[in-house]
């Protein structure tokens, strides 16, 4: 199976909303109640949002196809949060379930710290749901460690996580 990653472009706003959707669906299932996943997944609200990302040129998002079918999204960009300026933000890196734990996510990973670091930055930081254990395996497997700092998110807590570049 051949895995190609290529920056988002205009046209990929369905395709960016499908994938998130359908990743949060299954990622948090447990771990938002049923109302807040059903509204954090409505197709519409989520092609919109990434539809005025793409018209914007906000933030580096990056697409990856195995096999030519769409399968795992990332984007990054500077810190939203004040006390975090001068890093990066990993902001999603979502993937369709049926190819979990195949090795594209760190494929995609390997990709955004690399575009990261020729960026300029020396750390990057994400927030990710407690509860979301497979996710944090994922991140600590990837040189990522859980700091002290964490914020209420919908009716869970995220973690803040770092890694030095």
Same mark, same amino acid.
């Given at each position: 199976?051949?895995?190609?990653?290529? &920056?988002?472009?205009?046209? @990929?706003?369905?395709?960016? /909303?499908?994938?998130? !959707?359908?990743s949060w669906k299954a990622a948090f299932a447990g771990i938002l109640d049923a109302e807040t996943l059903e509204k954090c997944t409505d197709i519409d =609200?989520?092609?919109?949002?990434?539809?005025?990302?793409?018209?914007?040129? &906000?933030?580096?998002?990056?697409?990856?196809?195995?096999?030519? !079918? #769409?399968?795992?999204? /990332?984007?990054? @960009?500077?810190? =939203? @949060?004040?006390?975090?300026?001068?890093?990066?933000?990993?902001?999603?890196?979502?993937?369709? #379930?049926?190819?979990?734990?195949?090795?594209?996510? *760190?494929?995609m990973m390997n990709r955004v710290l690399k575009d990261i670091k020729e960026n300029g930055y020396s750390e990057v930081f994400l927030w990710v749901f407690?509860?979301?254990?497979?996710?944090?395996?994922?991140?600590?497997?990837?040189?990522?460690?859980?700091?002290? !700092? *964490? &914020?209420?998110?919908?009716? !869970?807590?995220?973690?803040?996580? *770092? &890694?030095?570049?």
């Open positions: 199976m051949e895995a190609v990653i290529r &920056k988002v472009q205009q046209g @990929d706003a369905n395709t960016l /909303a499908y994938i998130q !959707t359908e =609200r989520a092609t919109a949002m990434y539809q005025r990302l793409l018209d914007e040129n &906000k933030g580096n998002g990056y697409l990856l196809s195995v096999d030519g !079918t #769409p399968h795992c999204i /990332a984007y990054w @960009d500077t810190a =939203r @949060d004040a006390e975090l300026t001068g890093k990066a933000e990993l902001i999603c890196i979502h993937s369709l #379930p049926e190819n979990w734990h195949k090795g594209y996510g *760190s494929q407690r509860e979301n254990y497979r996710a944090r395996a994922f991140y600590e497997a990837n040189g990522f460690a859980l700091t002290d !700092t *964490s &914020k209420p998110a919908f009716d !869970t807590e995220e973690v803040l996580y *770092s &890694k030095r570049i």
